[in-house]
């Protein structure tokens, strides 16, 4: 199958209390691209960047099976920066810098050679230009995911509404989840919100882990437990990645696939955090990646045969 | 096998935003006595209470299998009475009323025909207690579970030192947890705590599920996602009974049957939350349990198989 994603291909600058970098390859559509890339060969993306983005991420990307045609570079402009600093916590963090630089214009073009994509995964953006991805398809997409954040709850609900009635899967966090549905119950949460037009929905809860719904199954995976976390930037967008990826590599929607996809998800997201930036995801086999998800396998799955005396 | 309890029966009155009760039965050895009388219909238990505690609860504990020989009632005494208001997240509560009563000189007698007792739970008590009993055993069970709580590492540290040296399997919450061992990532405060004695250690994370460790192993246990919480009192109880009760009746100390033994606890839990108190555990068939337990089956399990393009 194919799979394109939308989104961000930036710089971030990111201090933990674990140390700090200098601008390092950050972005939504990176994470979600390099995770799918461990099971889908056959992606695209549609992105923008300034400049002064290294080429040699680029021509990472395309090693990895990433058409780049969409991949708009604008001569003379600088790429996306965002800049945060997270509490000792590692579950809240504060912006530091937001430079939209090529994003403010941003116009998602679509190569003609993607009309037809079958999977399409809506990194957080503005939902105007989510949107606009989808209207701009010819053809609709088999399964559209998408991620957003409290950002566009507070600014462009309206717009966001708009972009939910379109979709299939929404990936959001739980806080994302509260704020979006007005409840605190995620059972209740996940209902409001898949009236809005998603018919599964994904609450991903951090080191808790993740819940699927879709009408009246739910599946609880939990999150690796580790030690530290490193750097948890960008382990949304990978687990989003590694879901996606999976999915369209088997082209198998049923809600056991989802399964697991969520936790070949869940094994990259757990590398993703334990080296700052893309760092861990670029030098990761494939057989680590398999051997994490048999992890996963030890940690979540019981045989439940019981005898009552 | 056989399961001997040891913790307080005794009154509660609850408040919490769905509704408000009057005394009603609590006490952790009762919550613990009837989720294991779903598993293990050969147990004892080490207790007191006033006269004032009703006959009518002691008869259903005798139904269910419960040997009452060790149940001191203390005639013109009241038995321990606590009263608690939930907060609206329902994550935290306010105690109202601690009235300790017949549990001030608690003795914890154990009577002859308990010797031998291969399973033990301790509930929560003060740690002077727990090793009392603990000490009182001629023979030393096979398998010594405890429950403790954050008062006791405030209070009774180094008491409390002395318990843990001695049992195999602590059960207590993320925040007890992350007191007790002086840490934030739970990982790394199941290492510190095990070295305090016990091999095993369950973290409870509320509506997160739980965390068996043991050696280089860990289970990730989700909790059924609910619409409401209606009355979390005696949830944790209720679990560790279940664990114990599944235990004692397999008589099976491997891994893959602590894993069962946390799903059967899960399970007891998620019905013990939907009323208030010991109502609902105490109106559930054998066949509600089990049919729980298959929901878990659902939610949390998965067959792995991924295929790579």
Request: glycine content about 8%; charged content about 25%; hydrophobic content about 45%.
């Amino acid at each position: 199958m194919s799979l394109l994603t939308v989104g961000s291909v930036a710089f971030d600058a990111i201090e933990t209390p674990f140390g700090k970098t200098d601008k390092i390859i950050g972005g939504a559509a990176t994470y979600i691209s390099l995770a799918a890339s461990f099971f889908e060969k056959n992606q695209r993306i549609v992105a923008v960047v300034g400049d002064d983005f290294p080429q040699e991420m680029i021509d990472t990307l395309a090693e990895k099976g990433v058409d780049l045609e969409g991949l708009q570079i604008k001569a003379g402009e600088k790429s996306f920066f965002w800049s945060g600093k997270y509490h000792n916590d590692m579950n809240t963090r504060d912006t530091l810098i937001t430079e939209l630089n090529v994003l403010e214009n941003f116009d998602p073009i679509i190569p003609a050679s993607y009309q037809g994509t079958e999977y399409l995964m809506l990194g957080n953006l503005t939902p105007q230009i989510q949107t606009l991805v989808i209207d701009r398809l010819e053809q609709r997409p088999q399964f559209i995911a998408m991620d957003t954040m409290n950002f566009w709850m507070d600014i462009a609900m309206d717009d966001l509404k708009v972009t939910l009635s379109k979709i299939d899967l929404l990936i959001i966090n739980d806080e994302e989840a509260r704020q979006l549905s007005g409840v605190s119950s995620l059972v209740k949460a996940s209902k409001i919100i898949r009236e809005m037009g998603p018919k599964y929905l994904i609450i991903k809860k951090g080191e808790h882990g993740a819940l699927l719904f879709h009408g009246d199954q739910i599946f609880a995976a939990p999150a690796l437990p580790l030690e530290e976390v490193f750097d948890p930037t960008g382990a949304g967008d990978t687990f989003a990645g590694g879901f996606m990826g999976y999915i369209a590599s088997t082209g198998d929607l049923s809600f056991d696939n989802m399964k697991r996809a969520i936790i070949a998800g869940s094994a990259l997201a757990s590398f993703c955090v334990e080296k700052f930036g893309t760092e861990k995801l670029l030098h990761i086999s494939q057989e680590d990646m398999e051997s994490r998800i048999q992890e996963f396998v030890k940690l979540a799955n019981f045989d439940m045969v019981y005898h009552v005396k």
